[in-house]
């Protein structure tokens, strides 16, 4: 059974800085692709960044060169770096995982496409 738990959020002022971070238990795909999102209040959940087994990663527009994501085999732990946040990034963020199937790219993934999810960590920025 994959078990993904996020931690890491938390509330930091406008420009500030966090790193969430998401275990992952009982994954046995040797191909996957995980992924961050987020869902702010109201409004629908939308996808942040893409990270596949070989390392390959894709940003949403909106967090290109202020977001990190990245991954630590040895612990089975992803991570989302999240530098200079504004308020707009308040919301609610989600790790998601799934086998990544061969001819697919990790970067063309949606939501409908990840099985496992976490809990959700909270992100809140004030201006």
């Known amino acids: 059974q994959v078990q993904l738990v996020e931690s890491g959020g938390g509330s930091v002022q406008s420009g500030g800085s966090l790193r969430l971070s998401c275990a992952a238990s009982?994954?046995?795909?040797?191909?996957?692709?995980m992924g961050w999102f987020r869902q702010a209040p109201g409004k629908e959940r939308e996808g942040v960044a893409t990270?596949?087994?070989?390392?390959?990663?894709s940003y949403a527009d909106s967090v290109k060169g202020r977001f990190t994501i990245s991954q630590d085999n040895a612990k089975n732990t992803l991570y989302l770096q999240m530098n200079s946040l504004k308020p707009e990034d308040t919301a609610m963020y989600y790790c998601?995982?799934?086998?990544?199937?061969?001819?697919?790219?990790?970067?063309?993934?949606?939501?409908?496409?990840?099985?496992?999810w976490g809990q959700g960590t909270q992100v809140t920025v004030s201006s």
């Open positions: 990270i596949d087994s070989d390392g390959s990663t």
């Open positions: 009982g994954y046995t795909y040797s191909s996957y692709c």
């Open positions: 998601a995982a799934d086998r990544l199937n061969l001819y697919d790219y990790c970067s063309g993934y949606t939501e409908a496409d990840f099985g496992y």
